[in-house]
Antibody, heavy 115, light 110 residues
């Protein structure tokens, strides 16, 4: 069971980016998948979740700017990030089954929002 | 505004016992908050120690234990070792699909 995040990059404020979380060893559509971020030198912040039934939820800090989705054919979860702000700079982790017995985290991907 | 609060820092002597706590700014932590505890060293992904209040994740030494103390979740390290020096985070389920992490505790072993 493994999660591999990718897509992190340097982007200008107001720009967009799509992060990917490729899963192996399990099927993403059978579990709930979560994105968590960590700004440099700061704590962990819950960002978004997609449930097996396709319900999605977002933190107030990213609501209306980020969209979580999944592609079952690629067994991958995405985080579409729009209207990026300097304060979105962080390492973004994806996690399977946050808080549950089968929880697994990826190693993270770095997003830097700067002009 | 920090909804879930943890001690910013704590210190313990090698071999000693320390209890870190995780509280709600308003309200009580209970089993239905499904408290989880994580250990994180710089540059690494978090390592989950405890889930559902008091269940140790696979491979976690039994010197780590979780509980509810009063109206808070607690992580106790009994017989602290040098390698336990790390940042510790709790996360609580707030309902309606939302989880919130605490601000983290920096534990020093000296």
């Amino acid at each position: 069971v493994q999660l591999v995040e990718s897509g992190g990059a340097l982007v200008q404020p107001g720009g967009s980016l799509r992060l990917s979380c490729a899963a192996s060893g399990f099927t993403v559509s059978n579990d709930f998948m979560t994105w968590v971020r960590q700004a440099p030198g700061k704590g962990l912040e819950w960002v978004s979740v997609i449930y097996s039934g396709s319900s999605t939820y977002y933190s107030d800090s990213v609501k209306d700017r980020f969209i979580i989705s999944r592609d079952t054919s690629k067994n991958t979860v995405y985080l579409h990030m729009n209207s990026l702000r300097v304060e979105d700079t962080a390492v973004y982790f994806c996690a399977r089954d946050l808080g549950g017995q089968d929880e697994v985290w990826g190693q993270g991907t770095l997003v830097i929002v700067s002009s | 505004q920090t909804v879930v609060t943890q001690e910013p820092s704590f210190s313990v002597s090698p071999g000693g016992t320390v209890t870190l706590t995780c509280a709600l700014r308003s309200g009580s932590v209970s089993a239905t908050s499904y408290p989880n505890w994580y250990q994180q060293t710089p540059g690494q992904a978090p390592r989950r120690l405890i889930y559902s209040t008091n269940i140790r994740s696979s491979g976690v030494p039994d010197r780590f234990s979780g509980s509810i103390l009063g109206n808070k979740a607690a992580l106790t390290i009994t017989g602290a070792q040098a390698e336990d020096e790390s940042d510790y985070y709790c996360v609580l389920y707030m309902g309606s699909g939302f989880w919130v992490f605490g601000g983290g505790t920096k534990l020093t072993v000296l």
